[in-house]
């Protein structure tokens, strides 16, 4: 089983609808949980991170956290054709583990204008 | 402009070559970290240091090698040992390495083995 789970997509969705991201880890010991925006042949860019349970708003952007179920979602509301592009889940685990990022393989997204 | 730069942008290497790649940054960060990326991959990490002089193996360090001498710089090392070295690889840092620290990323260097 991977330690961090994403849907490799792509994940199709209409200018002005909202896209929904998953992710699922398996370090249940995690704690803090970051999405990562990546275009094509460019590096990844931080666009949100969250570390309680609940939701985490910032502008279009939604991270919701549900640890119980080992789930961090990225909702992107009014989807712009320029949102198209590669979205990275990344959790790091306990200190005891070497606090280590762990990146999922991504999502692709595409939005169609 | 605070920021973290790799060079080059595009590598080239034979076979049997050693190669370095250059990490600096300017934002007094503590942690630093190298990660190649492969095509439909996720990141995975090859080196990090969580302060000068000090660095530890990541995931996959074989055939790599890394050096700390100053807080802003970070050089990895692809050696003649690595035996698929073409990948995107990127440094990042972040304040320091405790679980609530985001990390920032370069902008990457490409290598290809000719």
């Known amino acids: 089983q991977k330690e961090v789970e994403q849907n490799s997509g792509p994940l199709s969705v209409p200018e002005g609808a909202i896209a929904s991201l998953n992710c699922t880890y398996s370090?249940?010991?995690?704690?803090?949980f970051f999405w990562y925006r990546q275009y094509s042949g460019k590096s990844p860019e931080l666009i949100m991170f969250?570390?309680?349970?609940g939701d985490k708003e910032d502008g279009r952007f939604t991270a919701q956290l549900n640890k119980a179920s080992q789930y961090v979602s990225l909702l992107i509301r009014d989807s712009q054709p320029s949102d198209s592009a590669t979205y990275l889940c990344?959790?790091?685990?306990?200190?005891?583990?070497?606090?280590?990022?762990?990146f999922g393989a991504g999502t692709i997204l595409r939005v169609k204008s | 402009d605070g920021g973290i730069t790799q060079s080059p942008k595009y590598l080239f290497r034979k076979e049997g070559q050693n190669v370095t790649l250059s990490c600096e940054q300017n934002?007094?960060?503590?942690?630093m970290y190298w990660y190649r990326q492969d095509p439909g991959q996720g990141l995975r990490l090859i080196y990090y240091?969580?302060?000068?002089?000090?660095?530890q193996k990541g995931d996959i360090a074989e055939g790599y090698s890394v050096s700390r001498e100053k807080k802003e710089s970070f050089p990895l090392t692809v050696t003649s040992a690595q035996k698929n070295p073409t990948a995107f690889y990127l440094c990042?840092?972040?304040?320091?390495?405790?679980?609530?620290?985001?990390?920032?990323f370069g902008p990457g260097t490409r290598l290809t083995v000719l």
């Open positions: 240091s969580q302060i000068v002089n000090d660095f």
């Open positions: 990042a840092s972040s304040i320091e390495s405790g679980t609530y620290n985001e990390q920032f």
């Open positions: 990344a959790v790091r685990g306990h200190r005891e583990y070497g606090n280590k990022l762990v």
């Open positions: 934002l007094n960060h503590d942690a």
């Open positions: 370090d249940r010991g995690s704690q803090s």
């Open positions: 969250i570390y309680s349970n």
